[in-house]
């Protein structure tokens, strides 16, 4: 089940995830989970750049009952997601799609989904320095995919209404502003994350309506990664929840 250089991590609820160097997940990924955590009304969702699978795995951890689609275009981190849904049991719960997102068109039906999610790559093509690794270039720089490709993609996968969710860095707001309401999608709930309070934040969360009126844009109050020690906030320790207890 696991091939070279790959290991298991515990979950939380019983379930563990198969990660390797190439293909894990950070602090962010779990924070975008929550954020864009599926209402109950919410009958399909979608993750764009869904990598090893952290995001659906963890709402089915939290118990979501949508019908989940994830989309990756690296095979070796669709492999490890497919293993990972066998070894917990549940290859019924997601539908992976090893695709290019800007390549769905047929496989995929439009206009359907009630939420899409995606943590996009957060480099600008050209900026910074690059990564080393093919897999590691593909996540943290916008060779692939540019944040205009993912909110076109998010309006075609999404119903009126339909909420598309992502995380970014602070320097890329204006960016992701801009993407979105170029492809009908009005933001409309705004949070900035902070790994202390004498830090600037470090990630901020957004969430968006597919042809939302424009305006009415809400900003939640900061969320802290750590508290005035320089453990886990409160927060955080609710948002690790069971994987907090059993991994971190």
């Avoid at 689609?69 to 669709?78: G, K, L, R, W």
């Avoid at 800007?102 to 496989?107: F, Q």
């Avoid at 093919?134 to 205009?148: G, P």
């Avoid at 707001?173 to 934040?201: G, H, T, W, Y």
Wanted: net charge neutral.
């Amino acid at each position: 089940m696991l091939l070279e250089n790959e290991r298991t991590e515990p979950f939380g609820a019983g379930i563990r995830i198969i990660v390797s160097d190439e293909h894990k997940f950070w602090t962010d990924t779990v924070i975008l989970a929550d954020f864009a955590l599926p209402k109950k009304k919410d009958k399909k969702v979608c993750d764009l750049g869904s990598g090893c699978g952290p995001i659906p795995l963890i709402w089915i951890r939290r118990g979501i009952s949508a019908d989940i689609t994830a989309v990756e275009i690296q095979e070796n981190a669709c492999s490890m997601f497919s293993r990972s849904l066998k070894i917990n049991n549940i290859e019924d719960r997601v539908n992976i799609i090893n695709s290019d997102l800007r390549e769905l068109k047929g496989k995929v039906e439009f206009s359907s989904y009630d939420l899409v999610v995606c943590n996009p790559p957060y480099k600008a093509e050209g900026s910074g320095i690059k990564s080393s690794g093919d897999s590691k270039i593909i996540a943290r720089h916008e060779s692939m995919c540019t944040l205009d490709d993912i909110a076109l993609c998010a309006k075609q996968l999404l119903r009126f209404s339909g909420r598309f969710c992502m995380c970014q860095r602070p320097e890329r707001l204006c960016d992701v502003i801009s993407a979105m309401r170029a492809n009908d999608i009005e933001p409309k709930r705004l949070r900035f994350v902070q790994q202390r309070k004498s830090k600037p934040p470090k990630l901020f969360l957004i969430e968006g309506r597919r042809g939302g009126r424009p305006g009415g844009l809400v900003t939640e109050p900061v969320l802290f990664i750590e508290d005035e020690t320089g453990g886990f906030s409160e927060e955080m320790i609710g948002i690790y929840g069971q994987y907090k207890e059993e991994y971190i």
